[in-house]
């Protein structure tokens, strides 16, 4: 496609921001003390209005009447069968099957409409949460739930959801792994990425030879021989005498150590296979093996390398050094990211900024810091505003103290020698709890991207406890919460968010955009005297892949260069609306033009030099007007959804080349003349350019805008 044609094509839509209803969140039911495994009802408890003029409670319910129960059936849209009455004037009606929490939502909604019904609700089926039986779990503190352990991170309500899927990977890109008995069956083929030192000198690598496919852990001690003699070669610069580390080992076990085996400790996810990359030999490794081990972890090719047959989904580093984000950290990142693949970095130990560990300090990465045993910032942490997240990293007084993160080891300290199990502490440790988290989200939820893996650990994080030294400007959203964070990812939709259209039926087109539950979409199109105009929708999805609501009209509001003023709902209906998604980037509309196959909209290929989030923007000051921003390889496409002055909505779009990384610089155009609501499909004539414009980035979430007429306009990122 030609860049004039996909001028045509890509029209705008409008957004009205606040002016949308409140987004309602599903049901708040609230569980006391047992966790509901969701998506197991197959029953609801419905209770009706007391018929009695005087209000008091029966203490037991009347039996429905046959013409009640099909009245309710009709509107729940499933046969309902009477199961028992219960005390207070409730009863128990049973569904024709186990119904998922979308469709129990579904019909709990339904039935609420109902003016006779006091409340319904589903009869959830409790049971105890799931608790491993590995001896030494009763350490694992780090695990428990918050009622148990402040510091902790909830998972054994995640558990009751999930233990892990067979179809994730997760790599531990580290020193290595040793066949532990806790280990064993673990793990899926790794490589040893570590090269000679010098031609035939293999210090570093420590097992003989260059990268192989055995990524064991020989060792990582550094003896006085070694510190004394060999740096003075210029080997092994700043590094100190030290034991065997089994580092890999350790963060391996937190990740996924065999898991209600009766023996040793329990891993995050029982159930996905860890991916041993080994990065880190004695004193450490270079940024050239980690990030050739990080690209194989994902799946990328390497020179040399045989391809990597078992992908990673989410990467763990625990591994980190003074420094700037590097180019070549960057890169492997950015492609690792655009692959679909999720990075989970340790924030570093040197009690400073974050911004100068890398590569912690990389855009992309989920950066960890950690917290102790109290929820309090573990004394060594590094901080600061680009740490995403909190994880217990434990904090230790003395050696063997249980404050620290317990884990597989060995108790060689030069040689591996026999199993072991040890507390260790740093955000090494915070770090694996983390990815092991994020892991267990790709269990239940596979196609989620790594930007909805953030957005939903942070929105779903617990706050610092009370008396905490964290705060979120320190150390992140809050402390991950496994259960609220699976919970979450188990609903929240894949949906490719951007611009979608009908490619029959170019010139118009859609914003589709769902952020956790909601669904916000605009249609841009034209009115019937041939203006461009627009239409709203957004709401609660019905379930991960539907969503069903009204298409909505407004007016009256800001106008392009005009002064502030709030639009108006001026049609709350002008008719139904659904999407059914076959996939992240495929979905079927029906709507008042009839049913139409929707897809995303891909015009642009390449990673782009700077990306900032994709979706609905606006200025806070000024609600009901946006505007939708995205950038595809190197090319931004923007519309904006306003009014004009006879307050119809009307919509105007700039798409071109950036001029730098951050900076873009066009023309507002406007198309007339398109297709309609209703209508069949003719383009639209050739746009009419309505002045220059500018977009500004200052970051992924923030941008100066100037608009014709010179104004400028502070955007962010809209939240819905
Ligand atoms: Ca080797
Ligand atoms: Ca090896
Ligand atoms: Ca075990």
Not at 451 to 456: D, E, H, K, Y
Request: hydrophobic share 40%.
């Amino acid at each position: 496609m030609n860049f004039k044609m996909l001028k045509h094509t890509l029209a705008v839509i409008a957004v009205c921001l606040a002016l949308f209803p409140v987004m309602v969140s599903a049901d708040d039911l609230t569980e006391p003390r047992l966790t509901p495994k969701l998506s197991s009802a197959d029953r609801i408890i419905v209770k009706l209005r007391s018929p009695a003029a005087d209000g008091k409670q029966s203490a037991q319910a009347a039996p429905l009447s046959g013409d009640k129960l099909k009245a309710m059936s009709r509107k729940a849209g499933v046969p309902l069968t009477p199961l028992r009455l219960m005390s207070g004037g409730a009863q128990v009606l049973k569904l024709p099957r186990a119904m998922n929490e979308a469709e129990m939502q579904t019909i709990v909604r339904r039935l609420r409409t109902l003016p006779e019904v006091e409340y319904v609700e589903p009869d959830r089926l409790m049971h105890h949460m799931k608790v491993p039986n590995d001896t030494q779990y009763v350490n694992q503190w780090h695990y428990k739930a918050n009622s148990d352990e402040a510091g902790a991170v909830n998972l054994p309500a995640a558990w009751d959801i999930t233990t892990g899927s067979a179809n994730v990977v997760v790599a531990v890109i580290d020193t290595g792994i040793l066949p532990h008995e806790d280990l064993i069956g673990r793990t899926v083929p790794g490589y040893d990425f570590i090269s000679e030192d010098a031609e035939g000198i293999f210090f570093s690598a420590n097992d003989g030879n260059a990268r192989d496919s055995d990524p064991t852990d020989p060792g990582d001690w550094v003896s006085e021989f070694e510190y004394f003699g060999i740096t003075s070669l210029g080997l092994f610069t700043g590094c100190n005498p030290t034991d065997s580390s089994w580092h890999g080992t350790h963060v391996a076990g937190t990740i996924g150590a065999a898991t209600d085996n009766g023996r040793g400790v329990a891993g995050i996810n029982w159930v996905s296979k860890v991916l041993p990359v080994r990065v880190l030999g004695k004193c450490g490794g270079y940024i050239s093996d980690i990030t050739d081990g990080m690209r194989w972890a994902a799946g990328l090719p390497v020179a040399g390398v045989p391809a990597n047959p078992n992908p990673a989904k989410v990467l763990n580093l625990s591994l980190g050094s003074a420094g700037p984000c590097s180019i070549i950290e960057q890169t492997a990142i950015n492609d690792i990211v655009a692959a679909g693949a999720v990075v989970v970095v340790a924030a570093g130990n040197e009690n400073d900024d974050v911004a100068t560990s890398s590569p912690a300090n990389c855009n992309g990465v989920i950066a960890v810091a950690a917290t102790n045993r109290s929820g309090s910032r573990a004394s060594y942490s590094n901080f600061g505003s680009l740490v995403k997240i909190a994880a217990p990293g434990g904090e230790k007084a003395y050696f063997s103290d249980p404050n620290g993160v317990l884990s597989t080891l060995n108790n060689g300290k030069v040689l591996a020698q026999s199993d072991d199990y040890q507390y260790y502490n740093g955000t090494s440790m915070a770090t694996p709890h983390v990815t092991g988290i994020v892991s267990l989200m790709l269990s239940v939820n596979p196609g989620l991207s790594p930007a909805q893996i953030l957005s939903i650990i942070q929105s779903t994080a617990r706050a610092f406890p009370a008396g905490s030294s964290c705060t979120t400007a320190l150390c992140g959203a809050g402390i991950i919460n496994a259960a609220a964070a699976v919970t979450q990812a188990m609903t929240t939709p894949v949906v490719m968010d951007g611009w979608w259209w009908n490619p029959a039926e170019s010139g118009r087109g859609f914003s589709i955009e769902v952020q956790g539950n909601n669904l916000f979409m605009a249609g841009y199109l034209y009115a019937d005297d041939g203006r461009a105009t627009w239409l709203a929708s957004t709401g609660a999805m019905s379930s991960s892949t539907q969503y069903n609501g009204v298409l909505q009209s407004f007016g009256n509001g800001q106008t392009l260069t005009g002064v502030y003023q709030p639009a108006s709902l001026t049609n709350a209906n002008v008719g139904a609306v659904s999407l059914q998604f076959s996939d992240p980037s495929h979905a079927t509309l029906t709507w008042p033009g009839g049913t139409i196959p929707v897809e995303r909209y891909m015009y642009g290929s390449g990673t782009p030099a700077f990306q900032p989030e994709t979706g609905w923007w606006w200025n806070a000051a000024e609600s009901g007007r946006g505007f939708t921003i995205e950038i595809q390889g190197n090319t931004l496409f923007m519309a904006g959804y306003m009014y004009d002055a006879s307050g119809n909505p009307v919509w105007y779009s700039t798409s071109g080349t950036m001029s730098t990384a951050t900076l873009y610089l066009g023309t507002w155009q406007q198309f007339a003349n398109g297709q309609t609501l209703t209508g069949t499909h003719h383009l639209p004539s050739n746009p009419s350019n309505v002045g220059a414009v500018t977009l500004q980035f200052t970051n992924a979430v923030e941008a100066t805008l100037t608009l014709p007429g010179g104004r400028q306009i502070p955007l962010t990122r809209y939240r819905f």
